[in-house]
């Protein structure tokens, strides 16, 4: 059993060891090596709630991943870093792009959903495709995003025309709405 410890819940989650040991290599080296979890049935897992954590277990078990908004996916996203499991991080990168592109410009408008603070995730947990992506997307939509207090956040850290022409140059088909950049995507990530 894992015992999830949050800074708001501290549940214990039952798991199969060897399922564990098989899909995720961190847990591999965590049970199988010369650690306190080798011999520990209750192994605390820190930083990551209950429900994100339940929703990597899903992963582990079923291959599949159904987050139900942008900010579980992002928590998903942060937990397949810290667990290094590279193909559900591209598939939450994957999930907040087509969500993030789907939505209407007056949804976007109004939204408490704070893309800088996504970006700033982004970068700090290594997500390079997504961090690109969000810049690309914060630049595309300028004039709803300036319009922000979170905006003035991004004037020390990001230089946006440089990275927005990499971000042009790095996309098959600029134009919203094609796939084209979907399919780079889903093709580069073994997702088709």
């Known amino acids: 059993a894992l015992k999830s410890r949050s800074p708001w819940v501290c549940?214990?989650?039952?798991?199969?060891?060897?399922?564990?040991?098989a899909r995720?290599?961190?847990m591999a080296a965590m049970f199988n090596g010369n650690y306190l979890e080798a011999n520990s049935v209750l192994v605390p897992v820190y930083g990551v709630s209950k429900d994100t954590f339940l929703s990597f277990l899903e992963y582990l078990y079923t291959d599949s991943c159904c987050p139900a908004s942008i900010l579980?996916?992002?928590?998903?996203l942060i937990c397949a870093e810290m667990y290094q499991v590279m193909r559900l991080q591209h598939i939450c990168e994957l999930y907040i792009i087509t969500q993030l592109q789907s939505m209407p410009s007056r949804e976007l408008a109004s939204t408490s959903l704070s893309i800088v603070s996504l970006l700033k995730k982004a970068k700090?947990?290594?997500?390079?495709?997504?961090?690109?992506?969000?810049?690309?997307?914060?630049a595309t939509n300028y004039l709803i995003f300036s319009q922000k207090p979170e905006f003035q956040d991004l004037s020390g850290n990001v230089s946006i025309t440089s990275t927005t022409r990499r971000v042009s140059q790095f996309c098959l088909n600029p134009k919203p709405g094609t796939g084209q950049y979907y399919f780079c995507m889903r093709r580069?990530?073994?997702?088709?």
């Open 11 to 21: 549940a214990t989650v039952p798991a199969h060891r060897a399922v564990l040991v």
């Open 24 to 26: 995720c290599e961190v």
């Open 72 to 76: 579980q996916a992002m928590s998903l």
């Open 124 to 138: 700090f947990h290594n997500s390079d495709c997504l961090s690109t992506w969000l810049l690309h997307f914060i």
């Open 188 to 192: 580069r990530w073994g997702l088709l």
